[in-house]
């Protein structure tokens, strides 16, 4: 299967059909792209051209400076974030148990971790509105990194706990022999080689949080506790002409994903097998 | 306890048991944090979401809250907007399952080819997945509105429309919107486990394959589709159940509209509690969600033993 193989026609369509997948994956934001630079006179006659003959960053200086967009967005920094470094903690101890442990009850753990990535999420929507009101939960930024983070432990578990099967057990086995608690073992010898891996989930629960759009909507109605995606459809549905505003706050989404991406790029196959599920 | 030294003396033949017990313990202390975030933030609601089909929930009723039997089942079973909802499950799960996979599959056996490039050609394909998903289903809305997006006039250029008119809003093919939008989205997902698979799979295999004079579609029929066997059947298991829950996408674009013609049995439950706030028929409606993808995991399972079996 070696290049040199291979027929000069078969890379005709190689290439052929590399190029449709690049411009099927790129057309939709270079769209996004181009409209949020695109002033608004020429939006409605320009119609569909690839390019506007003229362009500003009048939509972003008005996004920036005279909209809740940038509440939105560090609401949804400090959402998302919190739920990275809270998961990845919890997430670090329990996938270390289920690599380095046997303990009754185990098959049950990972059984009930992976029924919670299978059951319809949305249907919990009703009752944890209900029990989070009395308790001051909805309309707050602790409530959604609660919620978010309950819902990405299992995955970041299974994670984790690929990260540290590939760390042999003698490491600890030898700190442990030297007197060391083995959570002294864990914390000083194990987890700073892991390191990559806690990049990883800490990339991985970050996008998940930042996308997450239904139980931000059912729990949060007010617009200082909006993360971002409630706050962009709510814009979308107000003010449904401002076309270039809208998608230029629709490229500010996009840069905390693609940079979490760049992060996250070399363990997509680990992140994706552990999920399975997720998304 | 052969080991232990015949000299111990008693205070340490106490502690024993109890260092035991701790050791014992260990692993717990360690679980603890994710089991008790689980079980209060999943389980517990899950099991008052399922106590709420029996009862009358109405948020905006102050008075409501009694038992009502099997009352939101019986209105479940008249109601025309859940079968449409369920028909219209059926064709965005299987539409959006089959292309992402056929496209995904395809893309990753162009990706297993080594050729110069490689690596950005990689990133550039695999970005949508990074994209949150309201604003894949926000990008894609855009893309078929015919004041911004090109799509409706390319679409009438060729003859597929007759005139550029948003298919969102035509509800015969408005179901296609989010499907497609769900296709681009997930492309990378199946094309990246298969990938996986695929360059996991030994070389030489192939070479003494082609030695035998096995052409190049012999091999793939032969070689790589036996290979990848288990991961596509656990990948498209697993992405079916995924899919049908959700409802992201639908909800962002069409919001179930027009006519309820793009509403699927998620969004449909996510529209009954957060718009109507009747969370007693919105659980009822997620319980016969629940028990329908259990009976299809639990059918998929019976027919992966049968099959081992054999």
């Not at chain 1, 996004?63 to 990845?88: E, R, W």
């Not at chain 1, 000083?188 to 931000?216: D, H, K, M, N, R």
Request: aromatic residues 14%; glycine residues 6%.
């Amino acid at each position: 299967m070696t290049s040199s193989a291979r027929s000069t026609p078969y890379w005709f369509l190689h290439y052929g059909l590399l190029a449709f997948y690049v411009a099927f994956a790129l057309f939709p934001l270079y769209w996004l792209l181009k409209v949020s630079i695109t002033p608004n006179d020429l939006l409605y006659s320009e119609g569909i051209r690839l390019w506007p003959s003229r362009s500003s960053l009048a939509h972003y200086t008005f996004v920036l400076a005279h909209s809740d967009f940038p509440l939105f967005f560090k609401n949804s920094l400090i959402v998302s974030g919190s739920t990275a470094v809270t998961v990845t903690l919890i997430a670090a101890l329990s996938g270390y148990a289920m690599s380095r442990f046997d303990f009754r009850g185990k098959m049950w753990l990972v059984g009930l971790m992976l029924i919670t990535q299978m059951f319809p999420l949305v249907m919990l929507v009703a009752p944890i509105f209900k029990l989070f009101s009395p308790l001051g939960l909805t309309n707050s930024l602790t409530g959604l990194v609660v919620v978010y983070t309950a819902f990405n432990v299992p995955f970041a578990t299974f994670l984790m706990q690929s990260f540290f099967d590939g760390i042999p057990k003698d490491l600890e086995e030898a700190a442990m022999i030297d007197g060391a608690s083995r959570f002294r073992a864990f914390r000083q010898i194990i987890l700073p080689l892991t390191l990559p891996g806690v990049a990883a989930t800490l990339g991985f629960v970050f996008t998940a949080a930042w996308s997450e759009l239904l139980f931000a909507l059912m729990l949060v109605s007010k617009a200082d506790a909006s993360t971002f995606p409630v706050g962009l459809l709510s814009f979308v549905s107000k003010f449904s002409v401002d076309f270039g505003q809208m998608m230029a706050a629709g490229v500010l989404a996009l840069i905390p994903a693609c940079l979490f991406f760049l992060l996250i790029q070399r363990y997509l196959v680990q992140g994706l097998t552990a999920g399975a599920v997720k998304g | 306890m052969s080991t232990m030294p015949l000299y111990e003396d008693a205070a340490d033949q106490q502690r024993a048991p109890l260092r035991r017990f701790r050791a014992g313990l260990e692993p717990y202390l360690y679980i603890a944090p994710s089991v008790i975030l689980i079980a209060t933030i999943m389980l517990v609601p899950l099991i008052i979401g399922l106590s709420y089909a029996f009862r009358d929930m109405q948020l905006i009723n102050p008075f409501s809250g009694g038992f009502v039997g099997l009352e939101h089942f019986r209105n479940l079973w008249m109601d025309a907007a859940f079968w449409l909802a369920m028909k219209n499950t059926l064709v965005w799960t299987l539409a959006s399952v089959a292309l992402q996979f056929s496209l995904g599959l395809v893309l990753a056996l162009l990706l297993n080819n080594p050729f110069p490039g490689r690596g950005i050609v990689q990133a550039l394909v695999f970005l949508p997945w990074a994209v949150p998903t309201f604003l894949s289903g926000l990008n894609w809305a855009w893309l078929f509105n015919p004041v911004v997006g090109p799509l409706p006039h390319w679409m009438a250029a060729l003859g597929i429309l007759p005139a550029p008119e948003n298919i969102l809003s035509d509800p015969n093919v408005a179901i296609w919107g989010p499907i497609i939008a769900n296709v681009w989205w997930g492309i990378p997902f199946f094309a990246i486990t298969l990938l996986a698979a695929l360059q996991s799979i030994p070389q030489d295999i192939y070479e003494a394959a082609a030695i035998d004079g096995a052409g190049s579609w012999r091999r793939f029929i032969d070689i790589t589709l036996p290979f990848l066997a288990p991961t596509i059947a656990i990948t498209v298991m697993l992405r079916t159940v995924w899919i049908a829950n959700f409802a992201d996408l639908i909800i962002v674009m069409t919001n179930g509209g027009p006519a309820d013609q793009t509403q699927i049995v998620s969004s449909y439950i996510f529209t009954q509690a957060f718009r109507r706030l009747d969370f007693g028929y919105a659980s009822a409606i997620a319980m016969v969600l629940l028990v329908l993808l259990m009976a299809y995991s639990f059918a998929i399972i019976l027919m992966r033993q049968s099959l081992l079996r054999r």
